[in-house]
């Protein structure tokens, strides 16, 4: 049974900072590329950032340079250093882990955690 379990949200003042965390089992964590997305009240899922197997990483343009996307293969983690924040981070932030196999993509999502940045 597969499972992302997300941890580390909360409420923080606009510049403040948090780190987010993505445990996963039952997926062999370090051949899946892994995402940070998050969800605004009223609006669609977005990519926040996300690193490949090998390490690549990927960031939304609204977060360059304040956020950062690591991962520990050997605790099967994932994790979202959040910098400088601003009320427009406010949000649930999801974890997904995507793998191809054979042309078919697999993707596994966690249950989110919230965060609030406040003004």
């Known amino acids: 049974q597969v499972q992302l379990v997300e941890s580390g949200g909360g409420l923080v003042q606009a510049g403040g900072s948090l780190r987010l965390s993505c445990a996963a089992s039952?997926?062999?964590?370090?051949?899946?590329?892994m995402g940070w997305y998050r969800q605004a009240p009223g609006k669609q899922r977005e990519l926040v950032a996300d690193?490949?197997?090998?390490?690549?990483?990927k960031y939304a343009d609204s977060v360059k340079g304040r956020f950062t996307i690591s991962r520990d293969n050997a605790r099967n983690t994932v994790y979202l250093q959040m910098n400088s924040l601003k009320p427009e981070d406010t949000g649930v932030y999801y974890c997904?882990?995507?793998?191809?196999?054979?042309?078919?993509?697999?993707?596994?999502w966690g249950q989110g955690t919230q965060v609030t940045v406040s003004s």
């Open positions: 997904k882990a995507h793998r191809v196999i054979t042309s078919r993509p697999w993707d596994y």
């Open positions: 039952g997926i062999i964590f370090s051949v899946n590329t």
């Open positions: 690193i490949t197997s090998t390490g690549s990483t």
